[in-house]
């Protein structure tokens, strides 16, 4: 029987109904109920995405939870970085996106959480540190004079539990990034 064990997940399960429609309590009901305990990697990922078709990162959250639930995470190989990506294509300059992350107090009005950036190339990248030896690298892509594509690369993230949680973070800054941009 599967208990919420609150040292194994960060995704709780009012999100996790928000993402698949079903809680943990669920997922687990569900894969027992397939004998997913006795499949392989592959045959677990397929139990998840027959009930939608999720992205690669909240199959891998799901089933992260289900063999840590079994104990069958140990006997894994581990995986040294997950990392995730996010996209915007916003109706704004360059020059003004990339203000965004560079000016501290534009900065502070969507994104507080970033304190330094750690290495800027004007109009191409920047760095930054987050959380626990985390890194993110934004990119900046011109799509004409007054359109620009930022991709977002979050890397060296613990486990696939808190790349969804990431993953769901950095859609709601970006979001928040195009509301303040498009407003200016």
């Known amino acids: 029987m599967f208990r919420e064990s609150t040292n194994l997940t960060h995704v709780s399960s009012d999100r996790l109904i928000a993402l698949t429609g079903m809680n943990w309590m669920q997922w687990m009901s569900l894969l027992d109920s397939e004998l997913a305990f006795r499949k392989n990697l592959g045959e677990i990922k397929n139990i998840i995405r027959d009930q939608a078709s999720f992205d690669e990162i909240t199959t891998g959250a799901i089933l992260e939870k289900y063999l840590q639930e079994k104990g069958l995470l140990e006997k894994l190989p581990l995986v040294k970085e997950i990392e995730i990506t996010s996209t915007l294509t916003i109706e704004t300059p360059l020059h003004v996106a990339e ?66 949680e990431m993953k769901s973070f950095w859609k709601e800054k970006l979001a928040k990034l195009a509301r303040l941009l498009e407003s200016k």
Request: aromatic share 8%.
């Open 99 to 164: 203000s965004a992350f560079t000016d501290l107090s534009l900065r502070n009005e969507w994104l507080p959480e970033v304190d330094l950036i750690l290495k800027l190339n004007p109009g191409k990248n920047l760095r930054f540190a987050w959380q626990n030896a985390q890194v993110v690298v934004v990119t900046f892509n011109p799509k004409g004079p007054s359109k620009c594509q930022i991709s977002l690369q979050h890397s060296k993230l613990p486990d696939m539990i808190s790349s969804v």
